[in-house]
């Protein structure tokens, strides 16, 4: 029999047994959509006559423009020793100890217990969410978080709530729903898997410019029990002391929040994405 006949065959038999397989990813989210007015505005629109930040560009600051002599000299000593290639994980672009020294030199400088580096600031929130968020599990995400996380959370195919954007009041009522529906899964024994609820936001907003309001997104993933993932893309490196993040600039114990995902594409035109946070978090991925 020809291996390829047999291929279509099987391809051909769930349609004709009346059967459709569950697709791998759902369909795009509604919440993503880009009009084309949106898209003619961020292409066409031209510069003021005065001097300003380019904000459509990853580099807003310039520094891939005109790089810092140290930063380009330890680029380039870092390719002489270790080259640029495929060598082992991290998206293929290997594995080597600066990558190690890079994990501990972020969880040392952002105050968590762990991090991991990721080799696309792009793929890091859309990696991340679905190593760490189940099927089973509860999400609870502001209604304007970026494509990056939406990715991820198309990915891992949890039951998400999408709250208006910066709606505390809102963000409590899914929260205390959710811990409802839970509790009486429980009861009923239904599902013996263990379901956790994860709240998804951003620092600093890629599509709104707004910030986070921290303080009280800690003190309510505390009263629920939710774990809290806060992308700090933006914000790392522009925010608090030495750039470390809004918890630093809003005075917010760093460990309060769960997971932290980052860039190092955007404030410090590098390239590659990390996640850091608690030990047990980071560890799984």
């Known amino acids: 029999t020809c291996p390829l006949a047999t291929a279509a065959a099987a391809a051909a038999a769930p349609e004709a047994d009346g059967w459709v397989p569950e697709p791998l990813v759902p369909g795009l989210l509604a919440q993503g959509a880009i009009t ?5 505005a961020a292409t066409e629109a031209e510069p003021p006559a005065q001097e300003g930040v380019e904000m459509r560009l990853f580099d807003p600051l310039g520094y891939a423009k005109r790089p810092l002599p140290a930063a380009q000299k330890a680029t380039n000593a870092t390719m002489d020793v270790y080259g640029f290639g495929a060598c082992g994980p991290r998206g293929f672009y290997g594995s080597t100890r600066p990558h190690l020294g890079l994990e501990k ?15 696309a600031g792009v793929a890091t929130a859309s990696s991340v969410l679905p190593a760490l968020v ?26 998400t709530s999408w709250v208006p954007h910066g709606d505390l009041a809102a963000l409590e009522r ?5 811990a409802e529906a839970a509790k009486k899964a429980e009861a009923s024994k239904k599902d013996s898997r263990p379901q956790r609820t994860f709240i998804i936001v951003e620092a600093l907003y890629q599509r709104t410019g707004s910030l986070a309001p921290l303080a009280e997104l800690v003190a309510l993933k505390d009263k629920y029990g939710a774990l809290l993932v806060l992308d700090e893309s933006l914000s790392f490196g522009v925010l608090g002391a030495g750039g470390r993040g809004l918890a630093a600039r ?7 929040v769960d997971v932290l995902i980052g860039s190092l594409e955007h404030a410090i035109a590098g390239v590659g994405g990390f996640c850091a946070g608690r030990k047990g978090l980071i560890d799984h991925q």
């Open 36 to 40: 084309d007015a949106a898209v003619a």
């Open 105 to 119: 030199d972020l969880a040392d400088f952002l105050g968590t217990e762990s991090a991991i580096a990721y080799s």
């Open 134 to 159: 189940q099927p089973t599990d509860r999400v609870v995400a502001d209604c304007e978080i970026h494509l990056g996380l939406r990715t991820g959370l198309r990915l891992c195919k949890a039951n």
């Open 174 to 178: 899914a929260l205390a729903t959710g």
């Open 250 to 256: 809003d005075g917010v114990d760093v460990k309060g």
